[in-house]
Nanobody
């Protein structure tokens, strides 16, 4: 059974940076494309970024392109999301998810973590 666990959330001032981490256990990490999503209060869950199994291909939501960076370390079974130039509207619960298909296939993200809260103060 695949288990996904996020960490690294917290309180940060506007303009600051934060790096989220996500580990996968229970299966071989390199079989999974990984993605990051977020959900703000009262809003739907939003795709942020995804990365292919080999780490060579990435996809970003236009709303965060240039500010957020996704990466992975296959030796450590970990995917990262670097959040830069944070804004109060980035406040949300951030989720990591695993996908055994293509990193572009949003419907294939079926294994989810419990989320980590990010709060950006103005």
């Amino acid at each position: 059974q695949v288990q996904v666990q996020e960490s690294g959330g917290g309180l940060v001032q506007a303009g600051g940076s934060l790096t989220l981490s996500c580990t996968l256990s229970g299966r071989s990490f390199t079989r999974f494309a990984m993605g990051w999503f977020r959900q703000a209060p009262g809003k739907e869950r939003e795709f942020l970024a995804s990365i292919s199994q080999g780490a060579k291909l990435t996809l970003y939501n236009d709303s965060v392109k240039g500010r957020f960076i996704i990466s992975r370390d296959n030796a450590k079974d970990t995917v990262f999301l670097q959040l830069n130039s944070l804004k109060p509207e980035d406040t949300a619960v951030y989720y990591c998810a695993a996908n055994r298909d293509a990193y572009t296939s949003m419907a294939s993200f079926r294994s989810w973590g419990q989320g980590t809260q990010v709060i950006v103060s103005s």
